[in-house]
Structure formats: C-alpha cells, structure tokens
C-alpha cells in the first residue's frame, strides 16, 4: 500500500516561505508522476505542480516564478518550495503520484497539510 506524508504546513505572512514535504515508503521510480495539489474552501482541488518522470514540470501559472518543486530520490521525499506567499495561496496543500498499470492509472494522495497566509 502507497503511502504519502505531508509535512510543513504553517502560518506565514504574506510574502513569506514555507517548504512543504512530501514522503514515501514506496520507490520513487515506480511513479509516474509526483506533484502537489491545494484546495482552498469553496473551491476545487487544482493542480500547483508536478513532475513528470522522465518529462517536463508543469506549475499552475498562479505559482510560477514563486514555487518550486524538487525531487529527492534518495530520500523518498519531494518538497514544494513556495516564496512570495500571498492570502490567494492559502489552501490544503495535498501531495499526490501516479502509477501507470495495465493501462490504468492509479492515484495516491496524502492527508494534507494546512497552509495559512495572513499578517
């Protein structure tokens, strides 16, 4: 059984930094993909960023320039590296990886972790 753990959530001021981590007990090379999603209250999950394995990184265009995402296979763990934090960021921070079987994907997702952004 995947499991992921999220960890880093917090209170920060606006244009502040948190690091978000995201680790495994599963090989990192049996994902396809590893990223990380959020959800603010009242709205839907939305993807922030994600690394393909093998291909590109894509980031919401809200967080691009700002975040950063980065992979530590000898770890087990990615991190989500989000600066210039503003009010609109605050969310559920979710991490998420993808396995491609037998032409299915399945998805893993953590529990989440609660980012805050006010004064």
């Known amino acids: 059984q995947v499991q992921l753990v999220e960890s880093g959530g917090g209170l920060v001021q606006p244009g502040g930094f948190l690091r978000l981590s995201c680790t495994t007990s599963?090989?990192?090379?049996?994902?396809?993909?590893m990223g990380w999603y959020r959800q603010a209250p009242g709205k839907e999950r939305e993807l922030v960023a994600e690394?393909?394995?093998?291909?590109?990184?894509n980031y919401a265009d809200s967080v691009k320039g700002r975040f950063t995402i980065s992979i530590d296979n000898d770890r087990g763990t990615w991190h989500l590296h989000m600066t210039s934090l503003k009010p609109d960021d605050a969310a559920v921070y979710y991490c998420?990886?993808?396995?491609?079987?037998?032409?299915?994907?399945?998805?893993?997702w953590g529990k989440g972790t609660l980012v805050t952004v006010s004064p």
């Open positions: 690394k393909i394995s093998g291909g590109p990184t």
């Open positions: 998420h990886a993808d396995q491609r079987y037998l032409g299915r994907t399945l998805d893993y």
């Open positions: 599963a090989s990192m090379h049996s994902f396809n993909a």
